[in-house]
């Protein structure tokens, strides 16, 4: 047993009141299909030339990518798919990884369970800090930092490393609504390249919040990393978390609605690492990101933008990504902020 503090309950009556089911949900509409369609191909247009950034290199495979490769895909609550550019292009699914094996595990321990386990706090830096465990001895702050996204990973259910993984493979498989597939290329070239992840799981194990191999835990979360997909694919697994858990094409209940809530909300207060609070501020939509220049939002009830372009900018986004997200965001009103005025009576 560690000897660590458990994470800060900031609000402890919400357990003391158990966890409470929501009857009344606020939802809304993308606009008419013919302007979505016309929206998209105008964002890719408009952002298609943009040359900032830098392609990821310090995992060596990532940095065969073709800097010129730019897709984006909306899918809507209802299983509609509006796309432009290379959005059959694929690429390594990354960090996004974290959110939908989050869910995954959400959905198997229980909302009380993982809150104690991995925490839902930001840390304040960056996605593979070591500082942040030690600053909180021990104990991991969110889930899609590094540290917890590992401490998930070994959560997993499975009595074996190799069922342990179909957990995974299968679970963001049925998000996306097909069998996803591993690149064996990445992988061994992220598993070659591993060393920081492998420290921080052994600081995690040397507090006692890792409890199985450690080793084998980098392992699964690096082939959790490396799977395939498209821009079409993260657009219709965000969707499937826009429409309480349930894919919007094979009607499929993937988690609970309940579980999509708690990821959403994990999702808009640390998805973006640090920058977070930029990003909601902003974008206004909870989002993930990946090193092979991915990036994954989420409007609730409405559905989810996807976009793959692997230059980045300094704190490791897609540049064309964040441009064409911030600005689909606004023009299509996903923004979860955005109001206007009631009629007055």
């Not at 503090?5 to 009556?13: E, G, M, Q, S």
């Not at 950034?53 to 995992?59: C, N, P, Q, R």
């Not at 259910?157 to 498989?173: A, C, M, P, R």
Request: with cysteine.
């Amino acid at each position: 047993m560690s000897n660590h503090p458990k994470n800060p309950v900031l609000f402890p009556y919400a357990r003391d009141q158990g966890h409470l089911e929501t009857d009344v949900v606020s939802t809304g509409d993308l606009p008419e299909a013919a302007v979505v369609e016309n929206m998209m191909q105008q964002t890719y247009e408009l952002h298609v030339d943009l040359s900032e950034g830098t392609v990821a290199s310090y995992i060596p495979k990532l940095a065969e990518a073709d800097p010129g490769w730019f897709g984006l895909t909306l899918a809507s609550a209802t299983g509609s798919r509006f796309s432009s550019g290379d959005s059959q292009q694929e690429f390594s699914i990354q960090s996004i990884a974290k959110a939908f094996v989050y869910a995954l595990v959400c959905d198997a321990v229980g909302h009380d369970e993982v809150r104690e386990r991995i925490g839902v706090n930001n840390t304040g830096l960056p996605f593979n800090s070591v500082m942040a465990i030690e600053l909180n001895e021990g104990h991991t702050m969110n889930p899609m930092v590094n540290a917890g996204a590992l401490t998930t990973t070994s959560l997993v259910s499975g009595s074996t490393w190799e069922e342990k993984w179909e957990f995974i493979l299968q679970g963001l498989s049925a998000f996306a609504g097909r069998d996803l597939e591993l690149d064996e290329g990445v992988y061994a070239s992220e598993m070659e390249t591993n060393m920081r992840n492998l420290s921080i799981a052994r600081l995690l194990q040397s507090y006692g919040h890792i409890t199985v191999d450690p080793a084998r835990v980098i392992e699964l979360y690096t082939r959790q990393c490396s799977l395939r997909v498209t821009t079409e694919d993260l657009a219709i697994m965000g969707a499937t978390l826009a429409n309480g858990g349930v894919h919007p094409i094979t009607g499929t209940q993937v988690v609970g609605a309940d579980v999509s809530r708690d990821v959403l909300s994990v999702m808009a207060s640390t998805g973006m690492y640090e920058a977070s609070g930029d990003w909601l501020f902003e974008i206004g939509m909870p989002g993930k990101s990946g090193v092979a220049g991915g990036i994954v939002t989420i409007a609730p009830g409405k559905g989810s933008l996807a976009t793959f372009s692997p230059p980045l900018d300094a704190a490791g986004n897609s540049v064309r990504g964040v441009h064409a997200t911030r600005h689909l965001s606004h023009k299509l009103g996903l923004n979860l902020f955005s109001s206007t005025a009631r009629a007055r009576q």
